[in-house]
């Protein structure tokens, strides 16, 4: 993959908006708080300079549109002009929208690009099913023409982010309005891991949606649980053996309830799992399994190790028609063999030397 050096400038619209990239390249001393002139899909677009990447590496196959330039007066006078004409254009989708008696919906905002081309109607609506906006569409282009017309429906977070307010918690500014650029993928799992009432009054926001603080110390809470026992375990306390009913995540504790003595807090140093000592001690007690060379025998003695001098046989394998022996350890003076079987008619052994009168006494034995 070709790479290539650019200068990388972030962009917001908004005053606490999402922040797109462009290329800062041609425009020398860029620096943050700058307004500058782009090209967007919605034509083009004043925005504030948020951040700027010196000579950052990106992908030559990136397409990275450039900064056109660093915003005049007269760009910022044209852009007050048609803010006056948002708020007309507003109130007027607004009344027709009531006289088309399109049902629950709601125009939220209204936004013109900079040289005027083009009007975006920013609405909401609650209805499952698809809302025929035809009619409303052709009335406001009728009237703001030569402005090309474009509804565009967004969520209720982003309605609530536009219109402001105080939050759900009494803050006077919701954190959608006053910080968040982003929103987080937001689920019930999160009110639960930090013991959070599921109450929709206690979790729900403004929007209608579960609240965006949710996430803000739901990893410290899940790194904190790690650490400490579940619910319904048995655990061994200085005050003795007790089931967890609760825990505090925060000052690492846990509520042990102990027989006789009720709830009590303890320290998660002061806890031991009784489960996993009972499986020890059983593993303990428990015979060590055959074959295994480390284990002592039954009457607790180790394995015995023999000395020097002591006979020990190797077994052979012999297959037909062979008969070599394993071969043998003798102390001195001794002269007889191990007893070994033997076919009929086979009277001598492969490597025996001995003479017809010493075989002769050992079959009278």
């Known amino acids: 993959m070709i790479e290539e050096t650019k200068n990388i400038a972030a962009v917001r619209f908004t005053k606490v908006g999402k922040l797109y990239h462009f290329d800062a390249s041609n425009i020398a001393e860029l620096k943050v708080g700058d307004v500058v002139v782009v090209e967007t899909s919605r ?41 006056q004409k948002e708020a007309e254009a ?59 017309v474009e509804l565009r429906q967004i969520g209720p977070r982003d309605v609530a982010k536009v219109v402001g307010g105080m939050g759900a918690c009494g803050l006077e500014t919701r954190c ?41 110390e739901y990893e410290l809470y899940v790194e904190a649980r790690q650490q400490l026992p579940k619910r319904n375990k048995r655990v061994i306390t200085p005050q003795g053996e007790g089931k967890v009913v609760d825990v505090s995540p925060l000052r690492g504790t846990v509520f042990v309830e102990i027989p006789e003595l009720g709830v009590r807090e303890f320290p998660k140093d002061d806890l031991q799992p009784a489960q996993e000592l009972e499986n020890l001690e059983k593993k303990a007690q428990a015979p060590c399994p055959a074959g295994n060379e480390g284990c002592r025998g039954e009457n607790g003695k180790a394995p015995e190790i023999r000395t020097e001098g002591e006979i020990s046989k190797v077994p052979e394998i012999r297959t037909d028609g062979e008969t070599n022996k394993a071969p043998e350890n003798r102390r001195d003076g001794d002269n007889r063999r191990p007893p070994d079987n033997r076919r009929d008619g086979d009277n001598r052994r492969n490597g025996d030397s001995r003479r017809d009168g010493e075989r002769g006494d050992k079959r009278h034995r």
């Open 90 to 148: 507003l109130a007027y989708s607004r009344g027709r929208v009531t006289e088309l008696g399109i049902s629950r919906m709601k125009v939220i905002t209204t936004e013109y690009s900079l040289d005027g081309s083009r009007l975006t109607v920013l609405f909401s609506t609650e209805a499952e099913e698809k809302v025929d906006l035809k009619s409303l569409r052709q009335d406001v282009q009728r009237l703001f023409s030569p402005a090309q």
């Open 176 to 216: 959608c309005s006053r910080f968040l650029t982003d929103f987080s993928s937001i689920s019930i799992k999160m009110a639960k891991e930090q013991g959070i009432s599921l109450t929709p009054a206690e979790i729900t926001g403004m929007c209608g949606r579960l609240r965006c603080c949710l996430i803000y």
């Open 43 to 83: 034509g083009q677009q004043l925005g504030e300079v948020a951040q700027v990447l010196q000579n950052s590496t990106v992908p030559n196959d990136m397409n990275i549109k450039p900064i056109e330039r660093v915003a005049t007066p007269r760009d910022l006078v044209m852009r007050q002009s048609w803010q």
